[in-house]
C-alpha cells in the first residue's frame, strides 16, 4: 500500500530537515559542554584548583556531552530510511520509536561507564594533581610533610577536623624559604575501592563519635560506608587522639608567611578572658604577635592597649 499523497512527502521532507538541524544543534552543544570544559580546566593555574574543578566537574561535562551526543544520534536517526517511511505513515512511528530506544540505550550504557569505569581513571589523575610538588613563590619544589609532621603547621581546630572529619589537610613546605602551603581535602567526597565488587565506589555515608576524646581517653568514631555500585556495606572504627593540654592556649606558627604579606599593615589579636574582660594587642608582623603571645600572661598586662 504505497501513500502516493503528495502532502505527505513534503511534510517528510520537512521533517528530515528539522532532525537534521536538530541533529547538528545537539553536536553543537555536545562540542561547546566540552570546550567550555577544557577551557575552564586550563585556565586554572594551581594544581589544587583542577583538582577541586575535575572532581566538581569533569563526569558532570562528559555526561552532558554524551548525553547530547545520544540526542543527536536520536534526531538523526529520524531520517533513516525515508523510502521505506514513504510508503506508510506508520514507518514514521516505527521509526521514532527505534531511534528513541537506541538513544536511550547509547545514552544508559554511557552512564553506567561514568558511574562504575570511569571514577577509577579520574580518581588516578586526581592523585597525581594532589601529589605532584608544588612550586613556592621563589620557585622552588615543595616539600609534601607527613602527617606527624604536618601537625606543627596545622592549628587546633584543623587537627580536630582531621581527626575526626573526613577532611585531610595537605601541608607544603618550602624547605630553603619557610613558605607554607596548606590545602584542604574532603574525605567524603573521595570515593574508595569496594572489596565486594571492586569498582572504585565506596562511599563514606555516615560519621559517628560513639566516644568523644577528653585529656585523659580516647574517643572512637564508626565509619560508615556504602557501595553506590553492588550496595554492600562496610564500618570501620577509628580512634580520636586525645586531646592536648597545651601551654599556650592559641599559637601563631611562626614561619607562618601570609598571603599577600606585604600589604599586611598590622595584626589586632583580641583576649577575652572568662571572666569577659578584653584586651586588645596590635603588631607589625605576625612574628611580633607570635613572640608576643609566647610570653603572655593575662594578670601581668595592665595596660589594655599594647603597640610595638
Ligand atoms: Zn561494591
Not at 67 to 89: C, E, H, P, Q, R
Not at 160 to 171: G, K, L, P, T
Not at 184 to 190: I, P, T, V
Not at 228 to 249: F, G, M, P, W
Amino acid at each position: 500500500m504505497e501513500n502516493t499523497d503528495p502532502g505527505y512527502h513534503q511534510f517528510l521532507e520537512g521533517w528530515s530537515q528539522i532532525m537534521i538541524i536538530a541533529s547538528i544543534i545537539s553536536v553543537a552543544v555536545a562540542l561547546v559542554v566540552l570546550i567550555i570544559h577544557f577551557i575552564k580546566l586550563s585556565a586554572i593555574k594551581s594544581y589544587k584548583g583542577k583538582y577541586d574543578y575535575l572532581k566538581l566537574n569533569r563526569i558532570k561535562a562528559y555526561q552532558l556531552f554524551y548525553f547530547s551526543l545520544a540526542v543527536a544520534i536520536f534526531f538523526y536517526g529520524n531520517t533513516i530510511g525515508d523510502a521505506t517511511v514513504g510508503k506508510s505513515m506508520v514507518f514514521i512511528f516505527v521509526r521514532l520509536f527505534i531511534s528513541m530506544c537506541v538513544g536511550t540505550l547509547i545514552g544508559y550504557i554511557i552512564y553506567l561507564v561514568l558511574k562504575f569505569y570511569y571514577p577509577t581513571s579520574l580518581e588516578r589523575k586526581l592523585t597525581t594533581l594532589r601529589y605532584t610538588p608544588r612550586l613556592s613563590k621563589a620557585g622552588n619544589e615543595m616539600k609534601l610533610l607527613s602527617e606527624e609532621e604536618e601537625d606543627v603547621h596545622l592549628d587546633e581546630g584543623m587537627q580536630a577536623e582531621e581527626n575526626v572529619f573526613s577532611v585531610d589537610y595537605d601541608v607544603w613546605v618550602d624547605e630553603e624559604t619557610g613558605e607554607v602551603q596548606i590545602e584542604k581535602y574532603l574525605g567524603y567526597l573521595e570515593a574508595l575501592e569496594c572489596g565486594s565488587c571492586g569498582f572504585r565506589t565506596l562511599k563514606l555515608e555516615k560519621e559517628e563519635v560513639l566516644k568523644a576524646a577528653t585529656e585523659e581517653t580516647e574517643g572512637k568514631l564508626l565509619k560508615n560506608y556504602k557501595c553506590t555500585y553492588c550496595q554492600s556495606v562496610r564500618t570501620t572504627q577509628h580512634t580520636i587522639a586525645k586531646i592536648l593540654k597545651s601551654e599556650n592556649d592559641y599559637k601563631l606558627p611562626t614561619d607562618y608567611v601570609l598571603k599577600g604579606q606585604r600589604k599586611v599593615k598590622s595584626i589586632m589579636v583580641e583576649i577575652i578572658s572568662t571572666k569577659g574582660d578584653k584586651k586588645e594587642f596590635f603588631f607589625q608582623s605576625t612574628k611580633q604577635a607570635s613572640d608576643f603571645l609566647e610570653n603572655f600572661d593575662f594578670d601581668e598586662t595592665d595596660s589594655t592597649e599594647l603597640k610595638f
